[in-house]
């Protein structure tokens, strides 16, 4: 069997047995999420590789959505090293890389509407996708709308991570919690229990993210803030 077939194990857990393309997703995932939770940029190399892996996972259990998502996933990874690594003169940090910083309100009430509005479009046509392309997507896709749900918050969530805004960690928490019962429900229990763990980091990312925030309180004394 190959590596990247889902029903080769490498060991298994009470009963559950666990792919080494499960495996190998899993440690590459919780690596590049610890890594964001420091503001590290490397998160977004090891990212690349985690996505990859879970490309081919997707399409497996028939998550087609999710399997999209990984593709765009690839894309932001590249964006958002080349971002951290090149700010403009007035968002270095100390690491002259790119601060942290809050979204503008506005922001965030488009965000809500963009993310119910996309959900409900992708949803429906994530559920007719084996109709359209039934030599390609043999069965039909298993939970259309939770699935385009994540789908559709983690492409506005990506964007804010490459901008390094601050609130992104609060949707990655509720698409983790999302994640984490859909994929128990799928059968691949090792990645809900990845979901379960990237909640705690995101929120560990959340805290880290506005503590290194306040360290920019003299900047922002001086009318600095950045809300962009």
Known sequence: MSFFDIDNTFFSVLGYPISYLEFAGVITGLVAVYLSSLANIWSWGIGIINVSLYAILFYQVQLYPDMFL??????????????WANPRQNEKDSKQEL??????????????AGMAVGTFLFGLFAANLHSFLPTLFH??????????????ASIFVSFYMIQKKIECWILWIIIDMVGTGLYFVRDIRFTSLLYFVYCLIAAYGLYNWVKEYRGYVPAERQGTKSTA
């Open 139 to 152: 069965a039909p896709s298993a939970m259309p709308y939770a699935d385009s749900f994540m789908l559709v």
């Open 99 to 112: 601060k942290v910083s809050f979204m503008k309100p506005a922001h965030i009430a488009l965000t809500i």
């Open 70 to 83: 990984q593709v765009f996933f690839f894309v932001t990874n590249i964006l958002g090293w080349w971002r």
